[in-house]
Each structure stands twice: as C-alpha cells, then as structure tokens.
C-alpha cells in the first residue's frame, strides 16, 4: 500500500542521518481504511522502542501524501536469506536459527507488553509475523518490521466481520476461527517460521489458501525430526510446544519461549552475535552488498548534494517486477513556513530519492522462493548460484544440501484447441501438453492465446516439475450486450500447485 524512498535528514555541524521514508500511494490516499491503517502502523511502532523493532521517527502529511519516516535497514528478509542459503548450497544450522527466534522472541515480548503513556496496556498484537516481515542487516541485527495489520486496543481502524488479515499458512487457529487475536497468536506464527529454518518445509503446506486453511485448523505437522534427524529434541519440543492448536496449552507469552530457546542455545555455543550473522550476510550477499554501496554512493552524489530536489529513480527495474526501482509519484515539496512539517516535510520534499523498495530495502523479488511439492507435501527453495565471493567464510558449520535444478516441466491443463503459449514472448514448444521452464528463480511472463477466447496472462516462478491449470473466458458474442463485456475472474491461482509457500506471497 506504499513506496518506500531513501531520505536524508540533515543538520548543523555537518549532522545527517538517512532515513526510510514510506509513503501512501496516492491512489489510497482518499481510502479512509487505507490510511487508518497506515498512521496506525505509524503510531503504534512509534510507541515500541526495542534494538530488534524498526523505529518509527515521524508521520506527517503532504500536499494529501501521507508518509512515514523510519530507521533504514539495510539487508534482506528471512525469505531471501533462506533462499540465498540454497544458492550456496548451506542448510542453515541451530544455532543461527535459535539465535534469530531468540531476539524476535524479544521483539514480541515488547511489543505484547506495550503501555501507552498514561500506563494502559495496549494489547498489541502483530499478526503478521512471517519470514518476509523478518530483516537481517549486512551487519547482523535481527528487526521485526512492519506492523501495518497489528491489532491494539487503540486502533483507529478495526478489521471488519468476516475479513481474515495476514497470512493464511502463518496465523494460528483461532484466529482463522474468527476469535480475538492475543499474544498466542503471534507465538504460533513464530513456531511456523522456526519450523520452517529448522526443517526447510512448511509445516501447513497447501496448493491453495483453501488447503492450508484447513491444515492449520484440522492437521498436525509432521515431526520436525522426522523431516532433519538431527534436529535436537529441545528444539523439537520448542516447536511442537509453540504450535500447539489450543491457545491455552501453547506458550503463554514470548518471553516464557524465549526462555527455552536460550536455554536450547546454551548447548550449541550460546546466542550467536551479531558479529556471527553479519558474515554470513556477508557471504551470501556480497555481490548485492556491493552494488548497493554504489547505488547509495550515487544517491548521496547526485540527488542529496544537488539543487534539482525532485526524485529520481535509480537503476532500472526488470520487467514483471512487482515494485523495485520504478518511478514513484512526486512529493511536492512541503510549506518551509509549516512548523509541523518543517524538519521531516524537507527529509521527504527536498531529499528523498526514488528508490521503491520492498519492506524497507529489499533490491528485488527472490531469486528463489519455496514452493510446495504437491506429492510429497514438502517445499524447496530455487535459486541461481551469485557471482563468486572472495569473503571470509563464516564461522560456523554449514551441510551441503541438494542444489535447485536447472530446468523443470510444468504441465498445461485446461488449454483450448490450437492455444498458441508463449513464454517472456518467445513461443513455446509443447510436448505431451507440456513446457519447458528454467528453473534459475526469475518471474517469467506466460501467455495464452486461442481462437474464440480472451488472452491468459500471468507470470510464473517454478521451482519443480508441477502442473497449471489454465482458465480462459470465451469471447462474449458481438451481437450480446453490445458495449459490455462482464469481468472474469481468474481462478488459476486457486487450484495449480504452483502456487508460493505462504511465506513468499505478499
């Protein structure tokens, strides 16, 4: 629901700090419920002030932009991390895992314990923890972001009845129920991230958000080692204790598993420092953490030290890109007179640049994502190996893991006569009702074109062999409600088992 620019903020005695700006895209900016939600997010996160939770400085308005400034981290996700570690052949270890659900367990207690100023509790909840809203900076801090759909006891706007906010295979039972969201739930979503950098499966996987519904209501994971044999039984017990379905026999607060994780970590050499993760971030993002010097480099030379105050974008996007680097609309400069917005108004006006991002910096979609394998219920992370790094390896153990592979078959169902397939432009052969897909991780643009029916379009990322199922609406006849033609609505998504791993989907 918006774009995040880079901003600087400056001062006297050569004083800068640079900044996260998001802004409400202007297309919202008239939705009451869009942007209720937006200063909620903004005035909650302000109220947390915890090392592992990105800091909200300021929220303001703008010529009718709303934006938000915040602490930059600069790093990547969970999401991209996992998939990074299988570019390099890396099965992420204990007690890196441990380390992470440890200050996360941190962050949530936080947040859970929250007070306004007068002393009232504020019941805050997060609902979306998931491994996209996770960042790990190249220099090892673990932050919790993104409290945009997060329940309190002061939110200006209320999820309406029989609306499900957040993530279907991360959000406990019974809050898929219809019941209120408390501190459990935020704990059973933690339980299936740690399950998921412990067994690199998800613990509910589905081909639609129909399955996964009823896998979290209805089933129980499989044993995590049973997935990992070497997975210590502590952590086995941690993850079963954190996913329990009834509310009441799971871990009652954060801090409470927190504990159990430490206690876990103190097998396996203690929690491992920031130190520790930054070389492993290192390592699996030295090519990014380069180019991204640049870009900031050339950001700071030529928009932040320039007179010409509009932004800019930098770089160029690859198409099909969902966000990154396209030109964001222009922030008009704000009033220099208005003392409400005279400091953060010039961090936005006067600095920002156009740098649209992912949750707080992210350079791009995946290379890779983990994908559900219909037959054996299991996900896989795909992704091309990065250019060689000439970085230190980090210091602790890695296990080699089964690479992602180079090509995969994706079979067509549903194709009328004489469809015409065409991937990233280019027709494609079809053998047996069946393509060819480069497995290297990138968003592809597939087409669908048949005598008598509407074009079918949508862009696939496959990481094994699976199957699509095609769902083209018939052209409407020419003599038949002449000038009108009813919307369809695609339901591919619905029942093709090429469909991301919750935890990819946005």
Not at 9 to 17: D, V
Not at 374 to 380: F, H, L, N, S, T
Not at 441 to 448: T, Y
Not at 482 to 503: A, I, Q, R
């Amino acid at each position: 629901m918006a774009s995040v620019f880079l901003g600087r903020l400056p001062g006297m005695a050569g004083f800068e700090k640079l900044v996260a700006i998001k802004v409400i895209h202007p297309h919202l900016a008239d939705e009451d419920e869009f942007v209720g939600m937006f200063l909620d997010e903004a005035r909650l996160s302000a109220k947390i002030h915890h090392q592992n939770v990105a800091e909200t400085f300021e929220v303001g308005e703008d010529g009718g932009l709303y934006y938000m400034v915040g602490e930059l981290v600069r790093g990547r996700n969970l999401k991209e991390l996992m998939a990074a570690a299988t570019r390099e052949a890396i099965r992420l270890q204990p007690r890196l895992y441990l380390s992470i659900i440890a200050k996360l367990c941190d962050a949530l207690h936080c947040a859970h314990t929250l007070k306004d100023y007068d002393g009232t509790p504020l019941c805050l909840v997060h609902r979306d923890v998931s491994p996209s809203n996770i960042m790990l900076s190249f220099d090892g801090d673990v932050k919790l972001i993104d409290f945009g759909i997060a329940s309190a006891r002061k939110r200006i706007t209320a999820t309406r009845s029989g609306v499900i906010k957040g993530k279907t295979g991360y959000m406990a039972p019974e809050l898929l129920n219809g019941e209120p969201a408390d501190s459990r739930t935020d704990i059973f979503s933690l339980g299936v991230v740690l399950y998921l950098m412990a067994t690199g499966n998800h613990p509910f996987p589905g081909d639609n958000e129909g399955a996964q519904f009823y896998r979290v209501l209805s089933l129980s994971p499989p044993s995590p080692r049973s997935i990992v044999a070497e997975i210590p039984l502590t952590i086995e017990g941690i993850i079963d204790k954190a996913l329990v379905k009834d509310p009441q026999h799971r871990y009652q607060t954060a801090h409470e598993m927190g504990r159990d994780v430490r206690k876990s970590l103190d097998s396996l050499g203690g929690l491992m420092d920031s130190a520790d993760i930054a070389g492993l971030m290192s390592r699996l993002f030295a090519v990014d953490i380069v180019e991204e010097e640049s870009r900031f480099a050339q950001a700071i030379a030529s928009r932040f030290h320039s007179e010409d105050r509009a932004p800019s974008n930098i770089g160029a996007a690859e198409p099909g890109t969902e966000v990154l680097d396209r030109p964001s609309p222009p922030i008009r400069e704000p009033d220099r007179k208005s003392k409400k917005n005279r400091v953060w108004g010039f961090a936005v006006g006067a600095a920002a640049v156009c740098v649209t991002l992912v949750y707080w910096f992210n350079q791009g979609p995946i290379a890779g994502g983990l994908l559900t394998d219909p037959e054996r219920g299991e996900a896989r992370l795909d992704a091309e190996p990065p250019a060689t790094s000439q970085k230190k390896e980090p210091s602790f153990p890695t296990q080699a893991v089964e690479p992602a592979i180079k090509s995969v078959e994706i079979a067509l169902k549903g194709l009328p006569k004489m469809a015409t397939v065409e991937l990233d432009g280019k027709e494609a052969t079809l053998k047996d009702g069946k393509i060819a897909v480069p497995a290297d991780g990138r968003q592809r643009e597939l087409n669908v074109s048949a005598p008598g029916y509407l074009p079918y379009s949508r862009k696939i990322a496959p990481a094994q062999n699976g199957t699509l199922t095609i769902r083209m609406a018939k052209k409407k006849s020419p003599s038949k409600n002449k000038g009108y033609t009813k919307p369809v609505k695609d339901k591919s998504k619905l029942d093709d088992n090429l469909m991301e791993c919750p935890y990819c989907k946005k």
